[in-house]
């Protein structure tokens, strides 16, 4: 036992890996395979949804790490699409993902997806946050209450200068879903956005690729 910070460096429990999406675990599924030691849990987008489904999981099992990983709106115009970020309190998580290439950053975490550049820059000019997502906080405080380390690795799935083709806020259920009447609806309305739609598909399987390769090297 680490007396510091009471944390038990000896835990033998599996690394639980969390996403909001499977459309943003698929490549990590993928490459992961029948690997033991692993846990793969997606749990819905939003704070709701992460803390009901990672307390679930802890009824049943102590994880010795925890990552919340998944796609991050870029706020900080520095950093492109398929740039990983991390943030984490704990000094061996953060040796081992910096060793990935993956760039030390921080994350606010808010109640709906950033749309457009002027919502992004108004983030940005109140937080100073590298980029947005919807989870990790709840993640991250859970974690912090029973002392379990946590990292959020983050891939930026739309830079700070795009806007997406559609607002995916009116597309969704109230609990972060998306609702594919409305979105079929919206499409049809306006089949001009289906060459962004699939150029924004192309670009988050690219973003979605890399941030496995990354979590395959500390996993």
């Known amino acids: 036992m680490n007396h510091s910070d009471g944390r038990d460096r000896t835990a033998t429990g599996p690394t639980l890996v969390c996403f909001a999406l499977k459309e943003e675990a698929a490549p990590f ?6 690997r033991v030691g692993t846990i793969l849990l997606v749990t ?3 704070r709701r949804n992460s803390r009901q489904r990672l307390l679930a999981v802890l ?12 796609f991050a709106g870029g706020l900080n115009p520095g950093f492109a699409t398929g740039q990983v970020l991390f943030h984490t309190s704990d000094a061996e998580l953060t040796g081992l993902l910096a060793a990935t290439g993956a760039v030390p950053a921080t994350f606010t975490c808010a109640d709906r997806i950033a749309i457009t550049r002027a919502e992004k820059q108004g983030l940005y000019a109140a937080t100073r946050a ?20 946590c990292a959020t690795v983050r891939v930026i799935s739309d830079p700070a200068d795009e806007e997406l083709p559609l607002d995916f806020n009116q597309l ?20 001009g956005v289906i060459p962004a ?5 192309a ?7 890399r941030l496995a390769a990354v979590l395959m090297q500390v996993v």
Do not use: N
């Not at 599924?29 to 029948?34: D, I, M, N, S, V």
């Not at 259920?173 to 594919?180: A, G, N």
């Open 29 to 34: 599924r993928k490459r992961l395979g029948a």
């Open 59 to 70: 009824r049943a099992t102590r994880p010795r790490r925890v990552f919340t990983c998944g």
């Open 44 to 46: 819905g987008m939003g």
């Open 172 to 191: 969704s259920h109230p609990d972060h879903r998306l609702h594919y009447g409305r979105l079929v609806w919206a499409v049809l309305k306006s089949p």
């Open 203 to 209: 670009k988050t399987k690219r973003a979605a690729m």
């Open 130 to 149: 590298d980029a947005v997502e919807m989870e990790s906080a709840e993640i991250h405080s859970i974690c912090r209450e029973r002392q379990i380390p």
């Open 197 to 201: 739609l699939l150029q924004l598909q």
